[in-house]
């Protein structure tokens, strides 16, 4: 008998400490795995991001170059649009070096074949505006490329989903496997003789420390994932929506207010005589300005109304339910005092003064680049009727 215990206890020993090492090592390869999966995954998002919002800026650029009535400014814009397309270039490129999986391999070549169309566009548009020909430049903009663009758009947002669900299928299925490891585990050691006692012990406190580490992960790559989302949608320097946003709030409201037969409002706000601020007291003196402007531009909008930085010096607003006639110019000069108030920078005092110019939804037109076509030719009348004021 004493034998028989002997060899039964070497025997529990011995169990115990198979289901030690298998618990080690399981564990370890769901961590493993969930990290190797974590990482490729919220790289492939990046560029995805990284790729939309080349893109929306290389349009962008475009259009500026399209709606732009001084040569210097269609050149600098021109350069804009060829360092988007390199930033679209090197996304897309990198993607294409990671591990890919069906679909992933079935949506670039989508991209692929879709991108071609965009740059014969693209290009046959630049040169209409380097030859000055707006008119046709605008008009294959609207009914040409727009369309591709958003298409392309959609092409993109779907890797990026794509991503995400794989991500989240992932964590549940390692979620599930470790719930069921630290069942299985647990279960066994409480049938093991009270002899394994101390042994399933550290068993028990060896999974929940692995448990509490996965969950962790977790709760981390959920965090990552909304501030992801964030960068991708609002501008680092002010917080405030970025460009892609505002144009897709832009739309968003445009449909709704032809729906529900209500009227719009977008402002293009310029800094004027921004650059000297920078060149005078530093960009940090700069961008303490667009942080203080942007904070004021947040304060006169409403809830349901948008704020975005375009870029640079360039702000814009969304009002929605303005009405066509009265209020556009009383909230005009209530962005501009708004703006024109001091700054103090370290002691400094900043006297901020802006251009804005409006448009009206359905008035000045019913499609985003309408809207914001009107909008920028108003601002620019403002800004030079400052100057020859000055002049």
Known sequence: MTRQLLAGFALLIVLMGGLIGHAVWQIGDLKERMGDIVELRNRKIQLATDLQEASYNRHN??????????????DDNFQQYIKWGYQVGLARSTLKTLPLDDFERAN????????????????II?????????????????????????????IVEALRRHERDLIRVALEETQQATQHA????????????????????????????HALTIFDQMHQLEQAGTWLEHEATHDPL???????????????????????QFSLAVMY??????????????????????????????????????????????????????????????????VEKAVGQPVEVDGLKLLPACSIGYAIYPR??????????????RMYQVKRARKEKRA
């Open 238 to 260: 002010t917080g405030l929506a970025n460009r892609a946003l505002f144009y897709r709030r832009m739309e968003e409201a445009i449909a709704h207010a032809a729906e529900e």
């Open 269 to 334: 706000i310029d800094l004027d005589d921004f650059k000297q601020v920078n060149d005078v007291h530093g960009h940090a003196a700069g961008d303490a300005l667009l942080r203080a402007v942007a904070d004021r531009l947040h304060h006169v909008v409403r809830i349901a109304d948008t704020a975005a930085r375009l870029g640079g010096d360039e702000f814009a607003l969304l009002f929605v339910g303005v009405q066509e006639t009265g209020e556009c110019p009383p909230l005009c000069a209530k």
């Open 182 to 209: 630290i069942s299985l585990h647990l279960v066994l050691g409480g049938v093991l003789i009270l002899l394994a006692l101390l042994i399933s012990e550290t068993t028990r406190r060896l999974l929940r420390r």
């Open 61 to 74: 650029a475009l259009v500026y170059q399209a709606v732009s009535r001084d040569a210097f400014e269609r």
């Open 364 to 377: 000045d037109g019913d499609t985003l680049d309408s809207l914001l076509t009107a909008a920028d030719a």
């Open 126 to 154: 630049s040169d209409l505006a380097a030859r000055g020909v707006m008119e046709e430049a605008l008009a294959r903009l609207a009914a040409d490329l727009r369309p591709l663009n958003l298409a392309y758009t959609e």
């Open 108 to 123: 670039l070549l989508r991209q692929d074949r879709l991108v071609a169309h965009i740059i014969d566009e693209q290009e």
